[in-house]
């Protein structure tokens, strides 16, 4: 595989990797503000919309990698987590929320 789309898909999972943590992050912080009376619906529909769209970008690094070169094994940030018991209270996504979504994660990430 030729060195600079390496170099970008290195870039692309960091940027992936970075994303997964601040997302966990924030997460964490819930129980702090539902403790000091704060709504946590919102931020959790959004946390929760932004994971999908994460699992997403991930799927299609993977899928980029293959096509680029079959034998290739993508870096072991670029590859799913290991699922974590979720929160019984967290709600799915809604279908037209991830749709803009995920052009909106990527004009971001692609920022960053």
């Known amino acids: ?8 898909l ?12 601040n997302i966990r992050e924030a997460g964490s912080l819930l129980p702090k503000l ?9 931020i959790e529909r959004t946390l ?10 991930q799927s299609q690094r993977r899928t980029i990698a293959e096509i680029l070169d079959e034998d290739f094994l993508p870096p072991r940030i670029a590859r ?4 974590t018991q979720r929160r019984a209270n967290t709600h799915p996504v809604p279908v037209a ?14 920022r960053s």
């Not at 060195?3 to 970008?8: A, I, K």
């Not at 290195?10 to 943590?21: G, H, L």
């Not at 929320?97 to 692609?110: N, P």
């Open 48 to 57: 929760t919309m932004m994971c999908h769209v994460l699992h997403g970008l």
């Open 97 to 110: 929320a991830s749709a803009g979504g995920w052009r909106a994660i990527y004009s971001r990430l692609a």
């Open 10 to 21: 290195a870039e692309i999972d960091q940027k992936i990797a970075d994303s997964d943590r």
């Open 80 to 83: 799913p987590a290991k699922r």
């Open 34 to 42: 539902a403790k000091n009376g704060y709504p946590t619906a919102e």
């Open 1 to 8: 595989m030729n060195s600079q789309v390496e170099m970008g």
